[in-house]
């Protein structure tokens, strides 16, 4: 099982990433996907998530609006489009994978319910 995160750097304010989780080793249309980030001194939290056929989505309040989640099953890959970036987004992001599937449109699911994890990549964002 392999969770691989991509596609961090620095960017100034205002920038635009794209972070990139290719999964592999696992049947990845079973697994809803989430996105987290831990900060240097801060607990890990919880950013997006997709359920695992796509249809339902979530964002965390402070990045609704400027982050976007999205899927391709036939890729087995995940990618979150980080628009608007402010230093306070500055983080390791990690992809995770739930076979829960709890990714609903009215709550995200915390990091416990996650069973696969990736290695994180660092996003940088200059003031």
């Known amino acids: 099982v392999q969770l691989q995160a991509s596609g961090g750097g620095l960017v100034q304010t205002g920038g635009s990433l794209t972070l990139s989780c290719a999964a592999s080793g696992f049947t990845f249309t079973d697994y809803a996907i989430g996105w987290f980030r831990q900060a240097p001194g801060k607990e890990r939290e919880g950013v997006s998530c997709i359920n695992k056929s796509g249809g339902s989505t979530n964002y965390r309040g402070s990045v609704r609006g400027r982050f976007t989640i999205s899927r391709d099953n036939a890729k087995n890959t995940v990618t979150l489009q980080m628009d608007n970036l402010k230093p306070e987004d500055t983080a390791v992001y990690y992809c995770?994978?739930?076979?829960?599937?709890?990714?609903?449109?009215?709550?995200?699911?915390?990091?416990?319910?996650?069973?696969?994890w990736g290695q994180g990549t660092q996003v940088t964002v200059s003031s």
């Open positions: 995770a994978a739930d076979v829960h599937n709890l990714c609903l449109k009215a709550a995200m699911p915390t990091d416990v319910y996650y069973d696969y």
